[in-house]
């Protein structure tokens, strides 16, 4: 299926130049990036969407967040949560390289610690942060989202493990396990609805009902 993601990512528009500074560090030092067929996707579903306010787990250098802030309208508020501190000081140093400092906001710490303190409501919730953690951190995003607001969940086919146990790696098996586990209760909760994509490295999307 290599030629399919060759072809799709081949006719894509090109990156904005701050995105493409981005794209180029994140190969030279090995920093994972959302793909650029799911880059694609989040943009065409905040332009359907049209949020006021989105919120994402797992910053890393701000690639996504930027995506998201292009994207979206002026005055749509964006907040970031990251638990690395080199990873918050270099998405800062990003954020403001691309003028959209005053737009999105960077939290620094774990997930699990800042996410029972927001008490706002979001639009769109963009989750890519640790694999094994979906499941903890969607308790809170269920909360802080709006009817009708959904949230986008990155790598959930983790590398093909989740969906074909031949290629499990031994040490990745709870990460795996945890996976399976969020996925199987996105799809069967009553009040969300959710549709697997095998684009990148398999998203998830999934409404909340009204």
């Not at 990745?172 to 909760?189: D, H």
């Amino acid at each position: 299926m290599d030629y399919i993601q060759e072809y799709i990512r081949s006719v894509l528009p090109k990156s904005s130049d701050v995105l493409k500074t981005l794209e180029d560090y994140a190969k030279n030092y090995n920093v994972p990036i959302i793909h650029p067929e799911v880059a694609q996707f989040i943009r065409v579903i905040i332009q359907i969407k049209n949020p006021n306010r989105i919120l994402e787990i797992g910053t890393a250098i701000g690639y996504s967040a930027i995506v998201m802030a292009e994207a979206s309208k002026k005055d749509c508020e964006i907040i970031t949560i990251e638990r690395r501190e080199d990873m918050v000081k270099l998405a800062k140093e990003n954020l403001k390289r691309a003028g959209l400092d005053n737009r999105i906001k960077v939290l620094h710490g774990e997930a699990q610690e800042i996410l029972p303190n927001i008490k706002d409501k979001f639009d769109l919730i963009f989750l890519d942060a640790a694999k094994g953690k979906y499941m903890e951190f969607l308790p809170y995003c269920i909360e802080n989202l709006n009817d009708g607001g959904v949230i986008i969940s990155d790598n959930v086919l983790f590398k093909g493990m989740v969906a074909n146990d031949d290629l499990v790696i031994r040490r990745k098996k709870t990460i795996v396990r945890r996976m399976r586990e969020y996925l199987k209760y996105i799809c069967n909760t009553p009040i969300l609805e959710t549709s697997i994509i095998p684009i990148g490295d398999g998203i998830a999307l999934t409404i909340k009902k009204g």
